[in-house]
């Protein structure tokens, strides 16, 4: 079931989540961002996959959600929203943040 799909990306405070947040609203199947919840579950569980303490662990952990959030994606179909196919590209950012 090959979907269309759009990827929103920005930096902190350029509005990708009220932008998300929106077109969920708006009645548009959309996945959470990955990265916010390992960080999220990261600190209440007391462990350190961080992207500031394990860059590498946590951006295997963002492609294995992103990948299984891609996964479930098809069986959705967005009407008209977006162009393309495309995963989650936030761990290729997170990945090459770990190399410096």
Known sequence: MGGRF???TGGPG???TSLITEIARCGFHT???SG???IREELLSGRDALPWAKPMICAERMLERDLC???AAQMYRPS???????A???VSAGVRMASF
Do not use: F, K, M, Q
Request: hydrophobic share 40%; charged share 15%; with cysteine.
């Open 36 to 38: 916010r919840a390992i």
């Open 69 to 71: 959030a891609y996964g």
């Open 80 to 86: 008209g929203i977006g162009s393309g196919e495309a």
């Open 6 to 8: 759009c990827v929103v």
């Open 31 to 33: 996945i959470p961002e």
């Open 88 to 90: 989650d590209l936030n």
């Open 14 to 16: 350029a509005g990708t």
